[in-house]
Nanobody
């Protein structure tokens, strides 16, 4: 069974920083793209950042220059460094990964979510 386990959320003041982590565990063949999404109260879930297994990245316009996504393939782990946080970044952040459980059988998996609250 594949699991994505997140950590690193919390309460931070505006302008502060956090580092979110997400590790994939279980039995699988390969981890493809990994990413972070977020959902604020009353809003739809949105893509924050995504990284391919080759290291190509893309970001939502609202976080460019402030957030950095990275991964360690050997550890099946993805990170999101979030800097210069704003109150509008407050949301539950979800890890997502496209994982090949076996050759040719790829599915999207989600973490349980970690709360990030930006407030003074």
């Amino acid at each position: 069974q594949v699991q994505l386990v997140e950590s690193g959320g919390g309460l931070v003041q505006p302008g502060g920083s956090l580092r979110l982590s997400c590790a994939a565990s279980g039995r699988f063949f390969r981890v493809n793209a990994m990413g972070w999404y977020r959902q604020a109260p009353g809003k739809e879930r949105e893509l924050v950042a995504r990284i391919t297994s080759g290291g190509d990245t893309n970001y939502a316009d609202s976080v460019k220059g402030r957030f950095t996504i990275s991964r360690i393939n050997a550890a099946n782990t993805v990170y999101l460094q979030v800097n210069s946080l704003k109150p509008e970044d407050t949301a539950v952040y979800y890890c997502n990964a496209n994982i090949a459980v076996r050759w040719g059988d790829e599915n999207d998996f989600w973490g349980q979510g970690t709360q990030v609250t930006v407030s003074s």
